[in-house]
């Protein structure tokens, strides 16, 4: 949050409990959110971090001081948040939550009328009364009111239901491991697995905001237990979700964890079965796969910048029914065209009934990618510079510069080359049908990176 007049990062404003992120800044935040609403009907809903009852007040005083009315909806899942804002007719909600994050962080997303995180246009117009401090504050007879709203988990699960077959699952009594980290997805999965006629073994489904048992992302190195316990049990299934429930990472029989891309080629394979023809939306660090399915299977792919916003908001423009990310975020747009843990869940357990195959066997017969990452250390004030020198040396290529620079080629590999947007590092991604090819085109152009950096730096 150091950059002048800049809150919104990727996801929402992030920062550090009492640190970056004090109840009185969230207290004018509040206000600004409110200033831009204008006497609405807004949720406030939060995850299962320490702060997160301490934020609902701050956030609930500067938006009722503001004129905005309050309904809060309590600890839920961010998409069962999403869902209870059109369920609800509502104008827009405030959601307290760090994703993913380390407990001592905590975090703001703002949604509109259709529960999707609000545009970067919007985002700007509260920064800016934020920092010019233009807070619209009520008369003393003109106070937004407060309630409290029950029973949007339940909503949600059911309405999570009705896009898939419930009778088809039910009747392979199918036994999932579920691990949510002691997210808030603990409220919901277990439920909805249930529902669907599941055997459930639960990890870590307690809300706990210290996350006591596993980091709360839902990284490969994350989910040890997780893969250990569906191949001691011999489930059928192993679901992991990040801290709000919004991203979801599977486990096949066989205890292998897989990439979100890859789960998503799964989902969209399936789609466009049914959707000839359909726009899949998909950040530009997301496998080539993607791509390969939609050759393959009758549909379009088109390519973002990274960050669940610019999907959401891409689907939404396009009018598309489905987009992924890399990082195991689904949006599945009969449902809401936001990343949802339970409804890609739901998919994945649809897919195995109706083809009776089991996980492994399914993500088996799609294309096979090797994929190596790598980064360097690059300071922040030279990040914009050496990417523009980056992308001019690499004009011969046709560079995609939808987000850092993207480079394809013929034979199905690809590298993308990312600043970070937090730390002082640029990312490599590679991924081609040899792993040598992989491991070439990293070494190759992070040689050629630092070439380039020692040059400017110089
Ligand atoms: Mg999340």
Redesign the pocket.
């Known amino acids: 949050m150091s950059q002048e007049r800049r809150l919104f990062g990727t ?1 929402g404003i992030r920062g550090i409990v009492n640190q970056d992120l004090t109840p009185e800044f969230v207290i004018n935040i509040g206000a600004a959110i409110g200033t831009f609403f204008k006497h609405k009907r807004l949720l406030v809903g939060y ?1 299962g971090r320490t702060s997160n009852i301490m934020f609902a007040h701050a956030v609930t005083s500067g938006l009722t001081a503001t004129g905005c009315d309050v309904y809060d909806v309590g600890t839920a899942p ?1 998409p069962a948040i999403q869902y209870a804002v059109r369920k609800h007719n509502m104008d827009g909600a405030v959601i307290i ?1 760090a ?2 994050n380390p407990p001592e962080y905590n975090g703001i997303k703002v949604t509109g009328n259709d529960g999707i995180e609000i545009s970067r246009e919007d985002e700007i117009k509260i920064e800016n009364i934020f920092f010019d401090k233009k807070f619209n504050l009520a008369e003393w007879n003109k106070i937004g009111q407060t309630h409290t709203l029950n029973g949007i988990i339940d909503e949600y699960v059911e309405a999570v239901e009705t896009h898939v077959n419930i009778g088809a699952i039910q009747k392979k009594h199918f036994h999932v491991v579920v691990d949510p980290g002691n ?1 808030a997805g603990g409220l919901a999965a277990p439920r909805l697995l249930r529902d669907l006629g599941c055997k459930v073994t639960a990890l870590n489904a307690n809300v706990d905001g210290t996350f006591p048992n596993r980091p ?1 992302e839902p990284r490969v190195e994350n989910l040890g237990d997780l893969a250990v316990a569906v191949k001691a049990l011999s489930a059928d299934l192993g679901v992991a ?7 979801s990472v599977f486990v096949d029989e066989k205890g292998e964890i897989h990439a979100g891309d890859r789960t998503f080629a799964l989902i969209e394979k399936y789609f466009l079965l049914k959707n000839k023809g359909a726009t899949i939306v998909t950040p530009v660090s997301s496998s080539y796969l993607v791509k390969e399915i939609a050759d393959a299977y009758g549909g379009n792919v088109v390519w973002t910048k990274v960050g ?1 916003t610019v999907v959401s908001q891409t689907m939404k423009k396009l009018k598309a029914k489905l987009g992924g990310e890399e990082n195991g ?1 689904v949006f599945y747009g009969p449902h809401q065209a936001v ?1 949802d ?1 339970a409804m890609t869940t739901a998919l994945i357990l649809d897919i195995m009934a109706k083809t009776g195959k089991k996980m492994s066997t399914l993500l088996g017969e799609l294309p096979r990618y090797f994929i190596e990452k790598d980064k360097i250390e690059c300071p922040n004030e030279i990040k914009e510079q050496l990417l523009k020198a980056f992308t001019e040396l690499m004009q011969k290529y046709k560079p995609d510069t939808t987000d850092g620079v993207k480079l394809w080629f013929e034979d199905k590999s690809s590298i993308l080359i990312r600043p970070s947007g937090t730390e002082p590092i640029f990312r490599f991604y590679a991924e081609a049908k040899t792993r040598q090819k992989a491991e070439q085109l990293v070494r190759k152009h992070k040689a050629q990176l630092v070439q380039l950096m020692k040059k400017i730096k110089t």
């Open positions: 996801n995850d961010t939550t994703s993913h997210g709360s979700y990040d801290g709000d429930a919004d991203r669940s975020g990343r843990g």
